[in-house]
């Protein structure tokens, strides 16, 4: 692991602009006499609120609250202080400047983080979840990474590979004492015990998909042919008018997008223009970007509107072409995952809806002017893209997924090895994998690039 840098930082921890109160942390050698030399006394007692009245440069001063940590007991397990100041972004910086004319550095991204981790005050994966943490913009993500930052990921991973370097421990007394053939566990209880540890990493591993949309993002795409109500459902979706809508046919010609969440998984929301065959060049521009925007989506919406029982509608009932072309693109998703919308339900009685032949039985019939299926619509859009409940072991990173996804296979070939009844020498070198994967999930031991890597998306300040 690398070394804790001995150097004091500060930053401001939050965000720029006027406000109530804005705090400024230090932390690192010499953090206390810093806050003691501003406010021209000693004696702060640890981790109690203090009113103070600091000496700013530019012969201006400052009532504050200070509260000094001293190491190990702060975030960072160093000694530490936080500046709390009226928001003023002039008291601010001039805070900011005494700190650093006293021989403070301003922090780099992560990097009071960097330190908690370095100080072995969290390990890597209650580190992401600081950063997923202040990056939360739902109920569910912050839940998620609460959990996390909490140990929940941690103490799954831990038993985990607690539990493997026990079966390690005995395959390698096993191998010690060659010539007298003993065996320090059953083969039978190895394999068993295996095959455990590759259940939890399965189960690990089927949270990851969703786990990484509610970290990242999901893209959700309603497509479909000219005026089949794509843009009522968008704006029907966000609430409010964000789409023109006219009964022309091509009145959108570009993507709309729209931020939005669906089941607490953060959703960019695309209106395309509608896909059909045509020779005005900005339209079939618009076809282009929304065939390519179909192709990149986590979950694609089709909008198919219909007629009624009776016929006489006037709507895209008696557009043949028009539902065979859906048709189609509903076909070219299969294996994706898709969703198809009956739109402008309040036109007759929705259990008299005609359907076309290749729309599936759970197409959704709505009213975005009644809200008749809105309900249902935006819960069936949570279930796709995230998940019913979510596990406090969910995996949400890439890097996560690449590991535990590492030491599955790892297990597996142990697993394998063990039930030929294959050498005991080549299980244990599958399961030192295995554990070279998971201690690296948690950062027991991370080479600089990586740290660099994760630490680089943080805010300064945290």
Same mark, same amino acid.
């Given at each position: 692991?690398?070394?804790?840098?001995?150097?004091?930082?500060?930053?401001?921890?939050?965000?720029?602009?006027?406000?109530?109160?804005?705090?400024?942390?230090?932390?690192?050698?010499?953090?206390?006499?810093?806050?003691?030399?501003?406010?021209?006394?000693?004696?702060?007692?640890?981790?109690?609120?203090?009113?103070?009245?600091?000496?700013?440069?530019?012969?201006?001063?400052?009532?504050?609250?200070?509260?000094?940590?001293?190491?190990?007991?702060?975030?960072?397990?160093?000694?530490?202080?936080?500046?709390?100041?009226?928001?003023?972004?002039?008291?601010?910086?001039?805070?900011?400047?005494?700190?650093?004319?006293?021989?403070?550095?301003?922090?780099?991204?992560?990097?009071?983080?960097?330190?908690?981790?370095?100080?072995?005050?969290?390990?890597?994966?209650?580190?992401?979840?600081?950063?997923?943490?202040?990056?939360?913009?739902?109920?569910?993500?912050?839940?998620?990474?609460?959990?996390?930052?909490?140990?929940?990921?941690?103490?799954?991973?831990?038993?985990?590979?607690?539990?493997?370097?026990?079966?390690?421990?005995?395959?390698?007394?096993?191998?010690?004492?060659?010539?007298? =053939?003993?065996?320090?566990? /059953?083969?039978? $209880?190895?394999? !068993?015990?295996?095959?455990? *540890?590759? +259940?939890?990493? @399965?189960?690990?591993?089927?949270?990851?998909?969703?786990?990484?949309?509610?970290?990242?993002?999901?893209?959700?795409?309603?497509?479909?042919?000219?005026?089949?109500?794509?843009?009522?459902?968008?704006?029907?979706?966000?609430?409010?008018?964000?789409?023109?809508?006219?009964?022309?046919?091509?009145?959108?010609?570009?993507?709309?997008?729209?931020?939005?969440?669906?089941?607490?998984?953060?959703?960019?929301?695309?209106?395309?223009? =509608?896909?059909?065959?045509? /020779?005005?060049? $900005?339209?079939? !521009?618009?076809?282009?970007? *929304?065939? +390519?925007?179909? @192709?990149?989506?986590?979950?694609?919406?089709?909008?198919?509107?219909?007629?009624?029982?009776?016929?006489?509608?006037?709507?895209?009932?008696?557009?043949?072409?028009?539902?065979?072309?859906?048709?189609?693109?509903?076909?070219?998703?299969?294996?994706?995952?898709?969703?198809?919308?009956?739109?402008?339900?309040?036109?007759?009685?929705?259990?008299?809806?005609?359907?076309?032949?290749?729309?599936?039985?759970?197409?959704?019939?709505?009213?975005?002017?009644?809200?008749?299926?809105?309900?249902?619509?935006?819960?069936?859009?949570?279930?796709?893209?995230?998940?019913?409940?979510?596990?406090?072991?969910?995996?949400?990173?890439?890097?996560?997924?690449?590991?535990?996804?590492?030491?599955?296979?790892?297990?597996?070939?142990?697993?394998?090895?063990?039930?030929?009844?294959?050498?005991?020498?080549?299980?244990?070198?599958?399961?030192?994998?295995?554990?070279?994967?998971?201690?690296?999930?948690?950062?027991?031991?991370?080479?600089?690039?990586?740290?660099?890597?994760?630490?680089?998306?943080?805010?300064?300040?945290?």
């Amino acid at each position: 692991m690398a070394a804790v840098p001995e150097t004091l930082i500060v930053a401001v921890a939050t965000p720029p602009g006027r406000g109530a109160i804005s705090i400024v942390r230090l932390s690192g050698p010499g953090a206390i006499e810093v806050v003691a030399g501003l406010a021209g006394r000693s004696g702060f007692r640890p981790r109690v609120a203090t009113l103070a009245s600091l000496r700013l440069p530019d012969g201006m001063s400052e009532r504050a609250v200070v509260t000094t940590f001293v190491a190990p007991r702060s975030f960072t397990g160093e000694d530490a202080a936080e500046i709390s100041t009226h928001g003023s972004p002039v008291i601010v910086e001039a805070v900011l400047q005494a700190c650093l004319n006293a021989g403070a550095r301003l922090a780099r991204p992560g990097e009071f983080t960097l330190r908690a981790y370095l100080n072995r005050r969290l390990d890597l994966l209650q580190a992401e979840a600081v950063a997923d943490l202040v990056a939360a913009t739902t109920a569910t993500q912050v839940r998620v990474a609460s959990s996390h930052l909490d140990g929940s990921l941690s103490r799954a991973i831990t038993a985990m590979g607690d539990d493997l370097a026990r079966l390690r421990a005995l395959l390698e007394a096993s191998l010690d004492f060659p010539d007298e =053939g003993y065996h320090f566990i /059953d083969p039978r $209880v190895l394999v !068993e015990r295996l095959q455990e *540890a590759g +259940a939890v990493c @399965a189960r690990l591993l089927g949270s990851a998909s969703a786990g990484q949309r509610l970290h990242d993002g999901a893209l959700v795409v309603i497509a479909g042919r000219p005026n089949a109500g794509k843009s009522t459902l968008f704006n029907a979706l966000l609430g409010r008018d964000r789409a023109i809508v006219t009964p022309v046919p091509g009145t959108t010609r570009d993507l709309l997008t729209e931020g939005t969440s669906f089941g607490g998984v953060p959703v960019t929301l695309v209106d395309t223009a =509608g896909i059909r065959g045509v /020779d005005d060049a $900005v339209e079939r !521009e618009g076809v282009l970007r *929304a065939e +390519a925007t179909v @192709a990149a989506a986590d979950l694609v919406v089709i909008a198919v509107e219909v007629g009624q029982d009776g016929g006489g509608s006037g709507h895209a009932g008696s557009d043949q072409e028009g539902l065979e072309q859906a048709g189609r693109l509903w076909a070219s998703l299969a294996g994706r995952a898709r969703l198809c919308v009956i739109t402008k339900a309040d036109i007759g009685k929705p259990d008299a809806l005609v359907r076309p032949a290749w729309a599936p039985a759970d197409a959704l019939p709505v009213s975005a002017s009644t809200g008749h299926g809105m309900a249902a619509l935006r819960a069936r859009l949570g279930e796709l893209i995230g998940q019913t409940t979510w596990d406090d072991a969910t995996l949400t990173r890439a890097r996560h997924r690449t590991l535990v996804q590492e030491c599955a296979v790892a297990l597996a070939r142990a697993s394998d090895t063990a039930t030929a009844g294959g050498s005991e020498e080549y299980v244990l070198a599958d399961l030192k994998d295995a554990l070279v994967a998971l201690e690296a999930l948690r950062g027991v031991e991370s080479p600089e690039d990586v740290l660099q890597e994760i630490f680089a998306t943080f805010c300064i300040g945290k």
